[in-house]
Nanobody, 119 residues
Framework: QVKLVESGGGSVQAGGSLRLSCAASGYISRNYYIGWFRQVQGKEREGVAAIQIDSGSTSYSDSVKGRFTIARDTAKNTWSLAMNSLEPEDTASYYC????????????WGEGTRVTVSS
């Protein structure tokens, strides 16, 4: 059984930085993607970043490109999302997910962590 646990959310002022972590346990195929998604209440969930576990190739949404970085951590089966130059529009619940295809083939989800950016 795969389990994903996010950590690192919090409150920050605009222009600040936060680093989210996603710790995965269970069977993790090198064919999977790790994705970070965010959701604002009342809006659709948005994929913001992804990394292919085997190749390390990454992709970003236009809204975060150049500000967010997804990477594999030194800790085993942990991936991070470094968020810089945060804007109030980045305020959302952030979710880590894993699956064969990004963004629509994510099969496992974490419970999310809240990020609040104040102006």
């Amino acid at each position: 059984q795969v389990k994903l646990v996010e950590s690192g959310g919090g409150s920050v002022q605009a222009g600040g930085s936060l680093r989210l972590s996603c710790a995965a346990s269970g069977y993790i195929s090198r064919n999977y993607y790790i994705g970070w998604f965010r959701q604002v209440q009342g809006k659709e969930r948005e994929g913001v970043a992804a990394i292919q576990i085997d190749s390390g190739s990454t992709s970003y949404s236009d809204s975060v490109k150049g500000r967010f970085t997804i990477a594999r951590d030194t800790a085993k089966n942990t991936w991070s999302l470094a968020m810089n130059s945060l804007e109030p529009e980045d305020t959302a619940s952030y979710y880590c997910a894993m699956g064969l295809y990004y963004p629509r083939g994510m099969q496992w989800w974490g419970e999310g962590t809240r990020v609040t950016v104040s102006s």
